[in-house]
């Protein structure tokens, strides 16, 4: 049985994880369109921007929290990519995963810490 210590350690992890994540986002977004090459699958890209999303730290010049879409959007545009016309329905099939661990857990297990987002790009493209 995991005790408040193995519990309180484990949210601090996915909390670093998580800015992990949308710090990798944020890179990536200011980006230039096609700069990079996503090597890994759409719905890893996908999972990525949506837990960014969630966080809703990322913000446009107004200040207001970037909406999902343009997100993704400018993600995926940085990698050479189309944003899924039917995203919310592959956010959808994704939520219903079980097998895989998200992308968070992912961040989790190679340490929390941003730049990872790198390990799921063509290395040759990235600075």
Do not use: C
């Not at 210590?5 to 994540?21: G, I, N």
């Not at 107004?62 to 545009?77: D, E, H, I, V």
């Not at 998200?102 to 987002?117: D, F, P, Q």
Request: aromatic share 6%; proline share 5%; net charge positive.
């Amino acid at each position: 049985m995991e005790t408040f210590d193995d519990l309180r350690r484990r949210h601090l992890l996915r909390q670093a994880a998580t800015d992990a994540v949308v710090g990798d986002v944020a890179w990536l977004i200011g980006e230039p369109p096609g700069s990079h090459r996503w090597t890994s699958t759409k719905r890893d890209l996908i999972e990525l921007v949506r837990t960014a999303w969630l966080a809703a730290t990322l913000t446009d010049s107004t200040g207001l929290p970037l909406t999902q879409r343009q997100l993704a959007r400018q993600a995926f545009a940085a990698v050479g990519r189309t944003m899924p016309a039917q995203m919310e329905a592959e956010i959808v099939l994704i939520e219903r995963r079980t097998q895989m661990p998200t992308m968070t857990e992912r961040y989790m297990a190679m340490g929390a810490h941003k730049g990872l987002i790198r390990r799921f790009m063509n290395e040759e493209n990235n600075p």
